[in-house]
Every structure is written in C-alpha cells, then in structure tokens.
C-alpha cells in the first residue's frame, strides 16, 4: 500500500487546515487509517484513527474537539480537518494503514507533511 499525504502548509493559530491521503496498491476498505504526528523533540503520537469502514474513530485527547477524521472508500482516501489550529499543533503528520484498528505501529506508512502554526 502506497500512501500519498498532502495539504499541509504554514497558518495562523485559531486557523483551520485539512490534510488528505491517498492511497493505492491494495484495497482500501482492508485497512483501518490513521494520522499520526511528530514534532521536533516530541514523542510521536498518534492524533487520530478511524477503523475500515469509518464506523469508529479515535482521537487522542489534544485534538479531541478540534480535529475529524472521514474516509471515502469509493476514492480510496482519508482526511483530517484540524480547526482552531494551535503552535502545539506544529508538527509532520504522517497518514498511515494496517490491516488492524489502532495498530501500535501500523505497517504502511505516508512521506508525512508538514503543519507550521505560527502564534
């Protein structure tokens, strides 16, 4: 599986963002999606997760409120919309997929792209 992350970019705190995923290579309702994120210096950490058919997500408790994970499995894609954007939020984000919900480190994994909130 081939995973293909866009959309991220510099912005302003309390500004919104949304980053996609495209994937290809498998068939993509097999996979429960994540984003995970790593910020300089940080722990990686994993912002969201929404299972194969988008029935169940999960949001770590940072972003919970602020951030929505959706999938369209018809264009074998993912998306995170992130509002209220804050300077903590400033990290790569990273799409990635395994076969399992809420796998601790899931097989496929994106390039990332990188989010900058400035104060």
């Known amino acids: 599986v081939q995973l293909q992350a866009s959309g991220g970019g510099w912005v302003q705190a309390g500004a919104s963002l949304r980053l996609s995923c495209a994937a290809s290579g498998g068939t993509f309702s097999d996979y429960a999606m994540n984003w995970f994120r790593q910020a300089p210096g940080k722990a990686r950490e994993r912002v969201a997760a929404?299972?194969?058919?988008?029935?169940?997500?999960f949001y770590a408790d940072s972003v919970k409120g602020r951030f929505t994970m959706s999938r369209d499995n018809a264009d074998n894609a993912v998306h995170l919309h992130m509002e209220s954007l804050k300077p903590e939020d400033t990290a790569i984000y990273y799409c990635t997929a395994d076969l399992a919900y809420r796998a601790d480190t899931p097989r496929y994994w994106g390039q990332g792209t990188l989010v900058t909130v400035s104060s």
């Open positions: 929404i299972d194969w058919m988008g029935s169940h997500s």
